[in-house]
């Protein structure tokens, strides 16, 4: 798997690779908030545990079209 590349329409990640790489953890993938924007990641119940998405998104909105249609592009883990 290439370390860092858009997810494919056909294969879409549904659990973050990030999460899995650094924790063991298998979490599905979900619109979470920072500060200013929103992005595609993973939490537990403690709380944020990754940030998948490279983009960061205007909206709540925009960021869940991202994810729905795969059109985001995965963190690299190096």
């Given at each position: 798997?290439?370390?860092?590349?858009?997810?494919?329409?056909?294969?879409?990640?549904?659990h973050?690779?990030?999460a899995?790489?650094c924790?063991?953890?298998?979490l599905p993938l979900?619109v979470?908030?920072?500060?200013?924007s929103y992005?595609?990641g993973t939490q537990?119940?403690?709380?944020?545990?990754?940030?998948?998405?490279?983009?960061?998104?205007p909206?709540h909105?925009?960021?869940?079209l991202?994810?729905?249609?795969n059109?985001w592009?995965q963190?690299d883990?190096?």
């Open positions: 798997m290439p370390e860092s590349s858009t997810t494919s329409p056909t294969e879409p990640v549904r973050g690779v990030l899995l790489v924790t063991g953890l298998k979900q979470l908030r920072s500060a200013a992005y595609i537990n119940d403690e709380g944020p545990i990754s940030r998948e998405s490279v983009e960061y998104f909206s909105a925009a960021a869940q991202a994810l729905a249609n059109a592009t963190r883990h190096s």
